[in-house]
């Protein structure tokens, strides 16, 4: 897919967003010479200027009809094929399992799964069908493994979550930067940009990572800790700042709350404590304390290396207790701030999609907020359900006593995304009733009793909302396949089938009309945003509550969204994770991304340029580790923790820790990274422990498995005990390798040797 300017566009041509990641780049898209979908640039729209990545400039791949789904799918019985029906008895028999299972076993057996890729007008509609038609408690949404811990953070300091209070644009005009867990480079090419701007204007760039990323090349500092240590690294940088006088004394009296008990926390990391729990050198603590406590102005920005942890709200709280303390909040070019993963993680949650909230980003349990939705959907406020179950507790109660036994998920696969996801797969096939609506027949929809097929970003209009906070407006500039309908007329049949005639419009724009007021008043207030007006103003940042307001680029400038005005300060204090490595699992894991596919890769690995350039999974080892194991790169070597085993080949390079191995989590198959992953939950977020999990590594038998991306999923626990499916790679964690087992590096930290089982949770 070539890359053409403006100038050679045909017409028409239609200005829209990319599909992928929370930067929701503007693009303009028109038909090429042979009547294909062509992307082209669109250097006005701000957030990008014009420039796209790989998975950008390919993503018209995706609306080719050899694939994607065409037509809806049904299975006639447990384990035989999927066979092609039409929609009216698609959706009847959809409608009938769900009043079935309602009936016989209650509404909060009866259950929703939903995506941080879908628009906003789909995310509200899909929170209240479940709470209206269904009458259901469980629904929440992949976002939980998003930014679930940095929102909880943010609400607890500032009393508001948006993932970037200041527009992109203010990164380059700060006089340092922390970014923790994140590399833009591969995930968010475009945002570059920012950094590198930073630098040029004399800024200085730190980057906290195990990896010695793309990202970390741009530092003038690069911070290695061990996977779990940025909790107390963040406590010993606030250490460091109030023995060394950086703190902003009359910002802390005037604007903040907390201090004296956030101060007692951190001066018990000291640099040499600190040292030895993260492996990061105490002058490299000293020099990056004193880069940031002397800058003029600072950020902090966070991604899901320290988020996805068992303690990610108190890692995000640590760091955002060093930019209070030294003054960087609340003011131009300064503040903490979230890199929001998924296309429409910030707005994915804000409307209804999460357990625990109604739209505009209000608390279900608050009675007012309750009144208030109520009237906008026509029904009394006591027939809302209450709060739900968490994604992964949703998922791992599925066919269980007391769980979820009729499913209806909507852009999301957890059969390779969710942590535990040999597990995971396993409580999916235990379902009653698994209702999968998508583009393409991921690895989830493979194990539906139902398929439905929907519309993608090109074929239908609908909002967005990126990591700014900026709501803009995807537009539809083709026709879906005649198969093919959007959630949001799926949404409209099924309730009309469960009894429910009105209430769910199918114009996206009626839709988000009816968003505007039931999110008015809330925190997430988009009341006097338009479709007209964000084509007018190239996106419009909320909090908005008047056509006549302009909208909020940068929030907490006077005051911040606490009762007394003032941001808190939250006394935290470093804990081990909930797994560390032992004598039987010597080694840390941890996960992520790489530049050519996204997420599960249910669209990406469909699309052939990019298949070439990732085509499928590996094991990034140092070459200390590799030389023990007896491994030469390119070889096959199993990687086993206390859920699963995976083997890929190995990638050798001295960029990552010693005693830390790194997976990409994008395929399914015999390298499905999520079948080691740990499910243990931070106790405040309720999000997985995706980026720390001990593990041992072993040279494999042979060739098989070495990494080829396949389309089954990676089956078997502890025991390799998992009932291996059609197309599945079966073993658990003692089959099928040989060679040496590497043992524990020598380890003098507080953290070594503290293993907790599977799935253990984090006490409060």
């Known amino acids: 897919m070539t890359l053409t300017s403006p100038k050679a566009a045909p017409t028409p041509t239609t200005d829209t967003h990319c599909p992928y990641c929370s930067l929701q780049c503007g693009m303009r898209l028109g038909g090429g010479a042979d009547g294909a979908p062509e992307v082209l640039e669109r250097p006005e729209f701000p957030v990008n200027r014009g420039a796209l990545c790989g998975k950008g400039r390919s993503a018209a791949a995706v609306l080719?009809?050899?694939?994607?789904?065409?037509?809806?799918?049904?299975?006639?019985?447990?384990?035989?094929?999927?066979?092609?029906?039409?929609?009216?008895?698609?959706?009847?028999?959809?409608?009938?399992?769900?009043?079935?299972?309602?009936?016989?076993?209650?509404?909060?057996?009866?259950?929703?799964?939903?995506?941080?890729?879908l628009t906003n007008e789909k995310a509200y509609l899909l929170g209240k069908f479940a709470r209206v038609v269904l009458r259901t408690a469980n629904i929440d949404y992949?976002?939980?493994?998003?930014?679930?811990?940095?929102?909880?953070?943010?609400?607890?300091?500032?009393?508001?979550?948006?993932?970037?209070?200041?527009?992109?644009?203010?990164?380059?005009?700060?006089g340092c930067l922390i970014l923790v867990g994140g590399n833009p480079a591969d995930t968010m090419p475009p945002a570059v940009r920012y950094f590198r701007e930073l630098r040029e204007n004399g800024g200085t760039l730190i980057v906290v990572d195990p990896r010695r990323t793309r990202t970390a090349e741009l530092a003038d500092l690069h911070l290695q800790p061990r996977p779990g240590g940025d909790l107390a690294l963040a406590l010993g940088l606030l250490h460091l700042v109030i023995a060394d006088g950086l703190v902003d004394k009359d910002f802390i009296a005037g604007r903040t709350s907390g201090f004296e008990a956030a101060r007692e926390a951190a001066m018990a990391h000291w640099p040499d404590r600190v040292e030895r729990i993260t492996g990061v050198p105490a002058h490299q603590l000293r020099e990056a304390a004193r880069l940031f406590g002397t800058a003029e102005t600072g950020m902090v920005l966070t991604a899901r290396g320290p988020e996805q942890q068992s303690k990610g709200t108190d890692t995000v709280g640590a760091w955002i207790n060093l930019c209070l303390a030294t003054g960087n909040s609340g003011r131009p070019y300064a503040g903490y701030g979230c890199l929001t993963g998924q296309g429409n993680g910030q707005g994915g949650r804000e409307h209804g999609q999460k357990a625990d909230q109604l739209p505009g980003y209000r608390s279900i349990e608050d009675p007012a907020a309750r009144e208030h939705v109520a009237a906008v959907w026509g029904v009394p406020p006591e027939s809302i359900p209450g709060p739900g179950k968490s994604a992964y507790e949703l998922l791992d109660g599925l066919g269980r006593p007391g769980g979820v036994r009729a499913l209806l998920l909507a852009g999301s696969n957890p059969a390779v995304s969710a942590p535990n996801a040999g597990h995971v797969t396993e409580r999916l096939r235990a379902l009653d009733l698994l209702v999968v609506a998508d583009l393409v027949l991921s690895e989830t929809a493979r194990l539906a009793d139902v398929v439905l097929p929907v519309t993608q970003w090109a074929e239908e209009d609908g909002t967005t909302t990126n990591l700014e906070g900026r709501v803009i407006l995807r537009r539809r500039a083709f026709d879906p396949p005649e198969g093919v309908r959007s959630e949001l007329w799926v949404l409209r049949e099924l309730a009309a089938r469960l009894g429910v005639a009105t209430g769910f419009p199918v114009a996206a724009v009626e839709a988000f009309?009816?968003?505007?007021?039931?999110?008015?008043?809330?925190?997430?207030?988009?009341?006097?945003?338009?479709?007209?007006?964000?084509?007018?103003?190239?996106?419009?940042?909320?909090?908005?509550?008047?056509?006549?307001?302009?909208?909020?680029?940068?929030?907490?400038?006077?005051?911040y969204a606490t009762p007394d005005g003032r941001a808190r300060f939250v006394a935290v204090t470093h804990r081990p994770a909930g797994e560390e490595p032992d004598e039987e699992y010597p080694l840390y894991l941890t996960t992520g991304r790489v530049l050519a596919q996204y997420q599960s890769g249910a669209q990406t690995r469909r699309v052939a340029g990019l298949t070439r350039a990732a085509p499928g999974p590996f094991v990034e080892l140092h070459p200390r580790l590799a030389e023990r194991l007896g491994v030469a790169?390119?070889?096959?070597?199993?990687?086993?923790?206390?859920?699963?085993?995976?083997?890929?080949?190995?990638?050798?390079?001295?960029?990552?820790?010693?005693?830390?191995?790194?997976?990409?989590?994008?395929?399914?198959?015999?390298?499905?990274?999520?079948?080691?992953t740990n499910p243990a939950l931070d106790p405040v977020s309720r999000m997985p422990e995706f980026k720390v999990c001990?593990?041992?590594?072993?040279?494999?038998?042979?060739?098989?498995?070495?990494?080829?991306?396949?389309?089954?999923?990676?089956?078997?626990?502890?025991?390799?005990?998992?009932?291996?499916?059609?197309?599945?790679?079966?073993?658990?964690?003692?089959?099928g390798s040989d060679g040496q087992v590497v043992r524990p590096f020598d380890r003098s930290g507080e953290v070594a040797g503290q293993a907790a089982r599977a799935g253990q949770e984090v006490a409060p």
């Not at 508001?160 to 700060?174: C, K, W």
């Not at 699963?644 to 191995?661: E, H, L, N």
Request: aromatic share 6%; net charge neutral; charged share 25%.
């Open 633 to 676: 790169d390119g070889e096959p070597v199993a990687v086993t923790s206390r859920r699963g085993r995976a083997v890929a080949p190995a990638r050798i390079t001295d960029a990552i820790r010693a005693d830390t191995v790194f997976m990409p989590f994008h395929w399914p198959g015999a390298g499905r990274a999520n079948s080691l």
């Open 142 to 174: 992949n976002g939980r493994f998003c930014m679930s811990s940095a929102a909880a953070a943010h609400r607890r300091a500032f009393g508001l979550d948006r993932g970037l209070p200041f527009p992109l644009e203010d990164i380059p005009h700060t």
């Open 64 to 117: 080719a009809r050899d694939v994607r789904l065409t037509g809806p799918l049904l299975r006639d019985r447990p384990g035989g094929p999927l066979r092609a029906a039409g929609w009216p008895e698609a959706l009847d028999r959809v409608a009938d399992g769900l009043a079935r299972v309602r009936e016989q076993h209650g509404p909060d057996a009866v259950g929703v799964f939903g995506g941080g890729g």
């Open 513 to 559: 009309d009816e968003l505007r007021r039931a999110s008015a008043g809330g925190d997430a207030d988009y009341a006097g945003i338009s479709y007209r007006r964000i084509v007018a103003e190239d996106g419009v940042f909320w909090p908005c509550p008047a056509e006549d307001h302009p909208g909020t680029r940068r929030l907490f400038l006077d005051r």
């Open 694 to 735: 001990a593990v041992r590594v072993e040279k494999a038998a042979g060739p098989s498995g070495g990494g080829a991306a396949g389309g089954g999923e990676a089956a078997g626990g502890p025991s390799g005990g998992g009932a291996a499916g059609d197309g599945e790679a079966a073993g658990g964690r003692d089959g």
